[in-house]
Nanobody, 127 residues
Framework: VQLQASGGGLVQTGGSLSLSCAASGRTFSNYAMAWFRQAPGKEREFVAAVSWSGRSTYYADSVKARFTISRDNAKNTVYLQMNSLKPEDTAVYYC?????????????????????WGQGTLVTVSS
């Protein structure tokens, strides 16, 4: 399984960025996907998840109402639309794939189930 994240960059406070994560190597549409991020000197943290069908989503409180996760199973791609960005959103963003198929509940999926990881893409929000 390969996950290739892209779309990071430098943006000013209040701006927007859209991240993409292209998947290959397994049946993408059968598995939940998520975005995590890791800021300098901090642990990796959950950002958002989407169910295998795309009908269920779940967000960390810190990004709720600003970020939107979605997926296009025909393109084997998951997206993260980030609006109203803040300096504290600065981090390397990683996409991750669930190892359990057909999960409709994506709230609080155990960390151990996120078995597949992309290489990360850097998002920098300037103040």
């Amino acid at each position: 399984v390969q996950l290739q994240a892209s779309g990071g960059g430098l943006v000013q406070t209040g701006g927007s960025l859209s991240l993409s994560c292209a998947a290959s190597g397994r049946t993408f549409s059968n598995y939940a996907m998520a975005w995590f991020r890791q800021a300098p000197g901090k642990e990796r943290e959950f950002v958002a998840a989407v169910s295998w069908s795309g009908r269920s989503t779940y967000y960390a409180d810190s990004v709720k109402a600003r970020f939107t996760i979605s997926r296009d199973n025909a393109k084997n791609t998951v997206y993260l639309q980030m609006n109203s960005l803040k300096p504290e959103d600065t981090a390397v963003y990683y996409c991750a794939g669930d190892n359990s198929p057909y999960s409709n509940v994506v709230e609080n999926i155990p960390k151990g189930r996120w078995s597949y990881w992309g290489q990360g893409t850097l998002v920098t929000v300037s103040s």
